[in-house]
């Protein structure tokens, strides 16, 4: 058994699965210490360098892995692992043996990941002021049975962008038909409520992560990738609702739930991405609890206080940021993914939808399109891009800011 491979294999399968950049360098370093080694870890979108200067010829371990996937259950297990052997209840043999075990594990269940994705995307139509059973229940089906074909295509194509493409197109086929077939008048959020739980929004906190720690090229590509997944989802959206002969509805919104109904389906949602994320069954009472109190936060801003959006999303992320970076650390969860399963129904999915919808109009009618629809798509353009940054730095500035003042001893395992 290679030390070296052992090295390489610890930080190939935290990067592979969502954890921060910062973590992953830790943690496999933490792994070459207690084999007796000094390394140094590049990470790069599409691989994992690993450095040996102090062994003869310099040695490098070069994985090909890309930050594609993430996976709590398989961090956790990894993080086992790592901690046993630097603890030195196992060695070298077994740990790799057991992070072997851990990369074959398989993701969750069909049944709960389809049942999750249903029970988000309906929770955020409750969010959004859909009220009608119909439109609640066809959220749920065009959901569901779109995590199914993901599920399917996953074991036929490693190609990230499948998935998401094929589960919006779903989306807007389902929602043009029940306008057709008069199912429901909501055709805005039978069609957007399934595409926002495809959003990748840890990829977002992730990359947005890099660039303030100066990881310029890394962060960069995780943003690239990200919105490239939202591209994808966008086009799948608009095709479906093409093919059944729909339109995006550019403006028009739902009443706001009422405040006992934002936060019970704010707390659904936040357990349907866990799910997604494959947070072990005992965790998820945590981000469930962070969310919903984050959402009342957000809705007292927004009904009571009278904020934008904007802000409203702000001040519930600096409370998340804060409460996160700790919890996180102290249950060894990638910071992205447990921060963002507990925002995730403030995520500006409908503005951005509606953006490319309004796109698609205007160059489709040229000067035949009506005077209010540009200043239409650029309000949802903005109110998006200022909501994604609102949650971006509501998010993680308090993590910089913990991180500052925390003892230099523990601060890089934040």
Known sequence: ???????????????????TTQRTVFDTQRVAAALGHHVTVIPHWGELVVHFPHDPGAR?????????????????????????????????????????AVARRPPVSLTRFAVAAAAGAAALGVIFGVSHPI???????????????????????????????AASLLAGLVGAVAERLHLSSALLYVSVCPCMILVPGGHVLN??????????ALGASRLLFASMVILVICVGLLCGLALGGADLPVTGASPPAPF??????AGIAVSAFGSFFAMPWRMLPVPIAIGMMAHALRWVAIAIAGTSVQVGALVACLFVGTIATPLAGRLRLPFAAFAFASVVSMIPGVYLFRMAGGIVAVSSLGVNAPPELLPATFADASTAMLIIMAMTFGVIVPRMCIEYFYPPGARERL
Request: hydrophobic share 55%; glycine share 8%; net charge negative.
């Open 60 to 100: 490098n371990e070069i994985v090909t892995v890309a930050p594609t996937g993430i996976d709590m259950g398989k961090i956790l297990a990894a993080n086992d692992v790592i901690d046993h052997l630097c603890d030195g209840r196992i060695d070298a043999a077994a740990a790799r043996i057991a992070l072997d």
């Open 260 to 265: 006992g109904y934002d936060v019970v389906a």
């Open 135 to 165: 439109t609640l229940l066809l959220i749920a089906i065009s959901a569901g049975v779109g995590a199914c074909i993901r599920r399917w295509l996953a074991e036929r194509s490693h190609n990230a962008f499948v998935q998401p493409l």
């Open 1 to 19: 058994m290679d030390e070296f491979d052992l090295v390489a294999a610890s930080g190939s399968l935290l990067f592979a699965n969502g954890q």
């Open 207 to 216: 990359g947005a992560i890099d660039l303030v720690r100066a990881r310029i």
